[in-house]
């Protein structure tokens, strides 16, 4: 292992706020950030477009993007032929694991990045999970996490052989007003990220689908102006 | 969950020996199959060949061929530029992990098998791993797949709501001359199956990378003629 190999990240970077949001804390933390996103049969493009904006603009070394046909497997409002529910209660979004849950979506992804770090010799894998506003994916909670971080090192030559990884969730104990307030601080302009579920056609944000107003409650709880542009 | 979710079963196949053999075990216990594979950027295309013809003879309920670019990562002499060793002593290969081994590979697949599990309403997932002849992988040890089933059932919608999956190894254990000993029992045509790192552009097994020697072995131990045709 080369001396800097601790300071070399791979970061799951949606193009989504928390994400940008985790790349702009470790890049503050002078850390080498390789970037990994996924094309994997999203309703809709405008995502994707937000994560190359925001890898360009934060300077990461490198950001792969990686076709994954998650619709061969259909099962989710996010990738299948499922309607996103609209205007929901924020409040009652925790009860439930919600139908936009892609079966084992961050295991995949972290999966990936965790073969990706392996061959660059990096240690740590960052991902924007957060079990304060989605308590209801199981994938986002911290026993999940640790049990990852186990198995990664169980299944992988670096870990067996005493260079552990270890996954990095900055955002898990925060609230979306706190991240939000921490990327405004670190400079992250969040008129480059993009969260809406089903926006309109040129990329406009719908504001009424969870993901939007969990956004939206966000900047107004950290007294911050939204850049973003909703449909309402 | 539906009455007969428990004898359904995702079962990664890759064309080669022991993958077929696993496949055969469940079929004759009655399980239904679906048999997931990857075009994950293999060297040669034989492999795939070989589990499209034996998902097809052996009456799968599905066959899920998903693309996987792991060339874009690097690392591997499976994947990328890097010559496959070859005539080396098989005593000798479980000393060390081999350049062969590709960074997380069985990780993705069994995490990409496990959304696809929960998708279908399947609780099994079966995979051809083997303790004996590839001690040297670390993703094929017996503390790796516990450590994967543990992670599965706290990452699901499924596994956290008291519908555990678990993850069936029934090769762990067997040498590969007890494995096409039980595969021939079951009526397996191994002239089928797949198993060469390095074959000509015909698809003939070089006869001389690891995989061919340990074949080779194994059909000599069972004392079983071997269907395969090798250049040496």
């Given amino acids: 292992m080369k001396k800097d190999d601790k300071q070399r990240a791979v970061v799951l970077l949606s193009g989504g706020l928390d994400s940008a949001t985790v790349l702009a804390m470790a890049r503050a933390r002078g850390v080498d950030c ?11 493009s405008h995502e994707l477009a937000a994560a190359k904006v925001v890898a360009e603009t934060m300077g990461v070394k490198r950001h792969l993007i990686l076709d994954l046909d998650f619709r061969a497997m259909g099962g989710s409002a996010l990738t299948a032929d499922i309607d996103v529910p609209k ?3 924020t409040a009652r979004m ?4 919600p139908i936009t849950y892609v079966p084992a979506r961050n295991i995949v992804f972290l ?5 990706w770090a392996e061959t660059l010799h990096a240690r740590q894998i960052h991902i924007g999970v957060n079990a304060m ?14 049990a990852f971080q186990a198995m990664a090192n ?8 005493g260079h552990p990884f270890t996954i990095h969730t900055p955002l898990m104990q925060m609230t979306k007003a706190r991240i939000i307030a921490e990327g405004i601080r670190l400079g992250v302009d ?4 993009h969260s809406c579920y089903d926006p309109a ?26 850049p973003t542009k909703y449909m309402k």
Same sequence: chains 1, 2.
């Fill in 154 to 161: 169980q299944g992988t030559k670096a870990g067996v052989e």
């Fill in 133 to 146: 506003d989605y308590s209801g994916y199981p994938d986002c909670r911290p026993d999940f996490i640790d």
């Fill in 34 to 44: 390789y970037a990994l996103s996924f094309r994997y049969g999203q309703r809709h």
């Fill in 201 to 226: 056609v040129d990329g406009l944000a719908c504001g009424c689908c969870d993901s939007c107003l969990i956004r939206k409650k966000g900047f107004a709880e950290a007294g911050v102006p939204d």
């Fill in 87 to 89: 205007d929901r209660d």
């Fill in 94 to 97: 925790e009860d439930e694991i």
């Fill in 190 to 193: 969040y008129a480059m990220t």
């Fill in 111 to 115: 999966s990936i990045a965790l073969g």
